[in-house]
DNA sequence: GGGCGCATGTAATGAGTTACATGATTGA
DNA sequence: TCAATCATGTAACTCATTACATGCGCCC
């Protein structure tokens, strides 16, 4: 999980109290992840039982209690785990938007082009804001990396929705999503000894 | 929900049943996403309860019993709306891979190569796939647009695996995390109205 | 005095996965 | 006869989200 990795590998940096590290990743990490309170605490909780992180007790003046949360060993090694996994793994990177790419036969051109240029402006303002903040970074640090990696997909997406757009306007897409089923029409009507040219069930 | 709308889009294009649709996607859509079968006959199901699609039965020669599920007007609305959304929305997009990204240089710089080999070798292999499955398609179908433009994103990420394996071995990676979090550091403290220079909690 | 920020959680819900259960047919 | 494929599901579990609950301090 992910997550997990993220929560233990900031506290394997410093230790720190459930706010804190979640403020760091909403207001330093947020084009990593969109990672909740809740669900930080929940992983915390978690880590705890497992015996990855120690839970302390702190007060700051009159502020509410604070728990710290310290990486064990035990913690050091999950996270060494994980940090393996995650740099080895091709994920399986699916793509949402191919979901909807795929019908997009199935609207009005003019309807799809106008949604499709919604998409494209909102790629375009999250490139202009990782812009800037790629360029507040000192260059070869890892938060550099993770800032240039996001930035080089946005610009593939970008150019790639002005590449659909273009054809869109050409040429109408053409409407043989069928041809993916008819393999295993063809399948199923085989295994069934049929003799229909075309033998739906 | 993405894997909604492939369901639905794809009962629009053809009433089916359900290990028919879960085997159009396992072996001609593998490419959007991994729909297990116990995921798909329970987002079949609830789509029955919510009026989305009907279901009948049907025995073809002495087979197992099937349940045909053809979309009805009221899944059609809603087949439409999930598109537009689709089509609509940039997808928040965030990277799995980024996190690992951030921790680099908690591993040996040695080790965080022979592990970023193997991912570039796996996303080489999958590029090789796509490449043959893109070419045995007719161009500007939409299956073909789905492939084209996952296939692009791949081809970036080969490209980012190839500068960041550059950039490890001419420099190792600065270890400054940190940075991060020390604004964060930086704000708790001013609120706090500490008087230490480094005044971790 | 009121709202925001700090600080921690719980409960309910939902989406998805794994593993299990069943039973027929078909092909090697 | 044995494994694979066809065909459908249920149950238990995990991960994450939303909404709710609480209460203090600080600033305007």
């Known amino acids: 999980m ?7 590998g900031l506290l394997k940096l410093q230790k720190m109290h459930g706010y804190q590290l979640s403020d760091v990743v909403d207001k330093r990490l947020s084009h990593l992840t969109d990672l909740k309170k809740a669900t930080l605490y929940n992983i915390l909780a978690r880590a705890e039982a497992q015996g990855f992180v120690t ?7 009159n502020r509410p209690e604070r728990f710290i949360f310290q990486l064990t060993p035990h913690g050091q090694a999950r996270f060494q785990e994980l940090l393996r996994a995650n740099l080895q793994r091709a994920h399986a990177a699916y793509f949402a938007d191919d979901i909807g790419l795929l019908f997009l036969s199935e609207l009005p051109a003019a309807q799809a082009r106008a949604l499709l240029a919604e998409k494209r402006a909102s790629v375009a303002r999250t490139i202009a804001e990782l812009e800037r903040a790629v360029a507040r970074h000192e260059p070869n640090t890892p938060a550099y990396y993770t800032l240039r990696h996001h ?3 946005l610009r593939t997406e970008r150019a790639w929705l002005a590449e659909l757009m273009r054809s869109l306007k050409q040429r109408s897409v053409r409407q043989d999503i069928l041809a993916c089923l008819d393999a295993a029409d063809a399948n199923a009507a085989a295994s069934q000894k049929n003799r229909k040219p075309s033998p739906k069930t």
């Open 2 to 8: 992910d997550h997990e990795l993220l929560a233990l």
């Open 55 to 61: 839970k302390t007790v702190s007060r700051a003046g």
């Open 151 to 153: 930035l080089l997909h």
